[in-house]
C-alpha cells in the first residue's frame, strides 16, 4: 500500500466534495471516520517520512473511504468501481435511522418518497 497514493485519492475526493458544497478538511474527515482529529494529517507525515509509524491500515482506509462516500477498493488502488456499491450505502443508512430524531426520520421519509416519486414505474 502507497500512503502517497492513498492521499492523492483522498484530496481528489475532498476537492470534489468541496465544489459540490460539500467541503470538509483532514480534520473533519479524520474526526468522521475515526474520532481522532488526527488521522490524516499522521499519513500525511509519514509519507514524508516525518513519523514512520502513523496507523495506516486497512481497516482505518476502510473507514475513511465511507467518510469520502468511496469505496475502499478504490481508495487503496485507484482501480475498480470508484462509488460506494448500493448495498453498503442501504446498509449505512438502515444502521443510521435509530439515531436520528422523530422530525428528522420524517424528513428522511418525505425525502424518499420525494426521489421515488421522480422516478416512474419501469414497465415490466
Known amino acids: ?6 492521499l492523492i485519492r483522498i484530496d481528489e475526493r475532498l476537492a470534489e466534495m468541496k465544489v459540490d458544497g460539500r467541503g470538509m478538511s483532514d480534520r473533519s474527515l479524520s474526526l468522521e471516520a475515526t474520532g481522532s482529529t488526527d488521522t490524516i494529517r499522521n499519513w500525511r507525515r509519514q509519507a514524508t517520512g516525518a513519523k514512520p509509524t502513523a496507523g495506516a491500515n486497512i481497516a482505518t482506509i476502510a473507514k475513511v473511504a465511507r467518510a469520502l462516500n468511496v469505496s475502499a477498493d478504490w481508495l487503496l488502488t485507484g482501480e475498480g468501481e470508484r462509488s460506494l456499491p448500493q448495498s453498503q450505502i442501504i446498509s449505512d443508512i438502515i444502521q443510521a435511522l435509530p439515531e436520528l430524531t422523530p422530525v428528522e426520520l420524517e424528513t428522511v421519509r418525505a425525502a424518499v418518497l420525494g426521489l421515488r416519486d421522480r422516478h416512474p414505474p419501469e414497465e415490466q
Open 1 to 6: 500500500m502507497n500512503i502517497t497514493d492513498v
